[in-house]
């Protein structure tokens, strides 16, 4: 009795491990490798080698062109704000309108500063008659000290009295023109030559200089600026354009950039570096006179540095790493190896190499994701190549990719 307990689990044991074999030998477990033919290891082990394509580093000359987010912003832009409190009586430009400095754009009703005006001419008039008789008499009192009719102090005290006069009568001019001054502010003419923004305010409103919205606002167009930024690692190459041309061209175009909407030179260059973005600032000037460019729009910036000959590769070479930009090459003997560049401006689809390569490189174009340092590789096809028969070979080489 005991030992059929232990044959039967022992019997049911051997089975499963049976049907477990089975199953494993139908699922292919233990079938011989792929040939190297068929795209996978070969028979020694060794994987065979990856087919790439690839381009040749040359010295060319390249347009270099920098492209950058830009903001058009106004040479000049200002809020107009009354100087004086009052009534608003009139308004007498037009929103969106383009004025030239010196216009008149709103008038404050200017009855009380006349009233003003008129006060400290009278009380001017006044004080210069009592100044008039103070020195007749003091004139007087000279000659009558000569004969020894008056004293001494009477002449002194008469002078003095000339002279407080003398320093009102400045003090009365400094109110007329105070008034005169203040009656002129009353006519509320444009600071600036440009385009009026929209009205804030309306006839018979209560205005005063400390009203934050202003009149209107005026944001001089023509000519207009295009602010913008380029990494700090282009810095050489900008600085040195800019010496050989101060007046670099400049490119606005749309968001899209499928359309140019301005043409103009480079102005000027931010005197530091903004240590949060590695960037720095630059400012291109634009004559804007079919008003393409409107104030706070957002354009593509191209900036030409010129153009000039040094070794380029396609930028679809380029790598990017946590150590930042690299290529993989092929060697001599058919091998992949990275090579760290340091790059320059690009145009085109191609981009210049400071550091990192030398002429007659040859780069890897397309197969990269399946390469490594050291890993064999098989040139395929060049970049110079035409399409079609570039792909042929890659096709033959590895049929199952």
Do not use: C, H
Not at 67 to 75: C, D, E, I, Q
Not at 229 to 234: D, M, Q
Not at 309 to 327: H, N
Request: no cysteine; net charge negative.
């Amino acid at each position: 009795m005991t030992s059929r307990r232990f044959v039967r689990p022992a019997l049911i044991a051997l089975a499963v491990l049976l049907a477990a074999v089975l199953v494993w030998r139908g699922m292919g477990g233990g079938a011989p490798e792929p040939d190297a033919g068929r795209g996978g290891w070969g028979p020694d082990g060794e994987r065979p080698p990856t087919p790439v394509r690839v381009s040749t580093a040359a010295r060319e000359r390249l347009s270099v062109e920098l492209k950058a987010l830009g903001t058009v912003t106004p040479l000049k832009s200002v809020t107009v704000r009354p100087r004086v409190d009052g009534e608003l009586q009139r308004v007498v430009f037009e929103e969106g309108q383009q004025v030239e400095a010196g216009a008149l754009l709103a008038e404050i009703d200017p009855a009380s500063f006349r009233i003003q005006l008129a006060q400290a001419l009278g009380q001017q008039k006044q004080n210069l008659a009592e100044l008039e008789n103070a020195r007749i008499q003091l004139r007087r009192y000279q000659d009558l000290s000569d004969a020894a009719y008056v004293s001494a102090q009477d002449v002194a005290n008469l002078q003095a009295q000339v002279r407080q006069l003398e320093g009102r009568r400045e003090i009365d001019q400094a109110a007329v023109d105070e008034a005169r001054l203040q009656l002129q502010y009353t006519r509320i003419v444009a600071p600036i030559t440009g385009r009026v923004g929209l009205r804030t305010v309306d006839a018979g409103n209560l205005v005063s200089g400390g009203d934050e919205d202003g009149i209107a606002t005026i944001a001089q167009t023509r000519p207009i600026s295009v602010l913008f930024s380029v990494p700090e690692n282009a810095l050489a190459a900008v600085i040195d354009a800019v010496r050989r041309d101060p007046d670099l061209t400049v490119q606005a175009w749309d968001r899209e950039e499928r359309n140019v909407l301005a043409s103009g030179r480079l102005s000027s260059l931010d005197n530091r570096i903004d240590t949060e973005t590695g960037t720095l600032r630059l400012r291109a000037l634009f004559d804007n006179d079919d008003g393409a460019l409107f104030p706070n729009q957002f354009v593509n910036a191209r900036l030409q540095l010129g153009d000039d000959e040094t070794l380029v590769i396609p930028d679809a070479a380029v790598q990017f790493g946590s150590e930042g930009t690299y290529v993989y090459v092929v060697n001599d003997d058919d091998t992949a190896g990275v090579r760290p560049v340091v790059l320059g401006a690009g145009s085109g689809g191609r981009v210049s190499v400071l550091d990192g390569l030398e002429a007659g490189a040859r780069v890897v174009l397309e197969g990269i994701d399946r390469l490594r340092e050291g890993a064999p590789v098989e040139v395929v096809a060049d970049a110079g190549e035409e399409d079609g028969d570039a792909g042929a070979p890659a096709q033959d080489a590895d049929p199952d990719a």
